[in-house]
């Protein structure tokens, strides 16, 4: 059984930093050979597409909100990627959640075969 747990999250004030980890684990689960993507919602809102990087991190890819701000990485001998956002703003406010995918699909939210539950980030103005 495949696992993704994140981390991380928090209150933090515009302007301030947070950095989120998510931590895959599973028996037989080969990490080194899936994408991960970093997705967020928010109340009312539907779930947004933030970061993403490759089995082996050569190729990453980001939404627009959140070019130059947040930048996605990955450890694969430790199964972890990290999202390390900066200058975050009241709209970043949502639970974020980490997913992995056999396939470089970035974007796609259905694309995606597992998640994790989610972390909570509030960014206060």
């Known amino acids: 059984q495949v696992q993704l747990v994140e981390s991380g999250g928090g209150l933090v004030q515009a302007g301030g930093s947070l950095r989120l980890s998510c931590a895959a684990s599973g028996r037989t689960f080969t990490f080194s050979s899936y994408a991960v993507g970093w997705f967020r919602q928010a109340p009312g809102n539907e779930r947004e597409f933030v970061a993403a990087i490759s089995w082996n991190g050569g190729s990453t890819s980001a939404a627009d909100s959140v070019k130059g701000r947040f930048t996605i990485s990955r450890d694969n001998a430790k199964n972890t990627v990290s999202l390390q956002m900066n200058t975050l703003k009241p709209e970043d406010t949502a639970v974020y959640y980490c997913?992995?995918?056999?396939?470089?699909?970035?974007?796609?939210?259905?694309?995606?075969?597992?998640w994790g539950q989610g972390t909570q980030v509030t960014v206060s103005s």
């Open positions: 997913a992995a995918s056999r396939s470089w699909t970035a974007v796609t939210a259905g694309r995606y075969d597992y």
